[in-house]
């Protein structure tokens, strides 16, 4: 399967800070990113899906000035959440995706906003 | 609207035995159907894709069934070991490569030794 890393793995901020989370896709190029979230006990929601180069398109409901969505090169993206609050406490997990079907997702980033 | 329907409810299997898992969905015509296993605090890792034209898929002691016209896929896990213990999550997508998956809330295993 293909490498995929996250960083931090987890993050604890204070309101009204923002937080930047890595993505990459270590083994191969990735020409989509996806970005998802997962509140406890509850599915994974799609977020954004961004293409390398490209505006990210955010789903209904996702604010995309809040959740800045940067996927420069074909092996790194950024999400950064702006000004967080305790709900955006979630675990936010991105998936690149190359020319596979499958797709595969990194470890996820647990963030903690006090 | 479009819904995916995994038992969210934990499911305790005996070692040895086979665990099957359900998944249901509605108003959703897939291209393909995924299984994946996560830990807690982990993401998903993905375990079989299956394709819309395809019936039955297999992997080691995995097998996955996709019944379009039941819209309903099966996860079989035989031979099942306590390392099996995960939460399974089946996941949907309509196709294109361009979409991201919709994902059900997972069924909890629990393989008692």
């Known amino acids: 399967g293909a490498v995929v890393s996250q960083h931090p793995s987890w993050v604890i901020c204070k309101s009204g800070t923002s937080v930047k989370i890595e993505c990459r896709s270590l083994d191969f190029q990735a020409t989509t990113m996806f970005w998802y979230r997962q509140f406890p006990k509850q599915s994974l929601m799609l977020m954004a899906t961004?293409?390398?180069?490209?505006?990210?398109?955010?789903e209904q409901g996702v604010e995309k000035d809040k959740f800045l969505i940067n996927h420069a090169s074909l092996t790194l993206s950024t999400l950064t959440v702006t000004s967080a609050h305790p709900e955006d406490s979630s675990f936010y997990i991105c998936?690149?995706?190359?020319?596979?079907?499958?797709?595969?997702f990194g470890p996820g980033t647990r963030l903690t906003v006090l | 609207s479009q819904k995916i329907e995994q038992n969210s409810e934990a499911l305790n299997i005996q070692e040895g035995k086979t665990a099957t898992l359900t998944c249901n969905y509605t108003n959703y015509s897939p291209a393909y159907l995924q299984w994946y296993r996560q830990d807690p605090g982990r993401g998903p890792v993905f375990l079989l894709l299956i394709r819309e034209n395809e019936k039955e898929k297999r992997k080691e002691r995995l097998k996955v069934t996709f019944d379009t016209t039941l819209k309903q896929s099966l996860f079989h896990i035989t031979a099942s070991q306590p390392a099996d213990s995960a939460t399974y999550l089946c996941?949907?997508?309509?196709?294109?490569?361009?979409?991201?998956?919709?994902f059900g809330k997972g069924t909890h295993l629990i393989i008692q030794p």
């Open positions: 996941a949907l997508e309509a196709g294109g490569g361009a979409d991201g998956l919709t």
């Open positions: 998936s690149p995706r190359g020319g596979k079907v499958e797709q595969f």
């Open positions: 961004s293409n390398e180069g490209s505006k990210a398109t955010y």
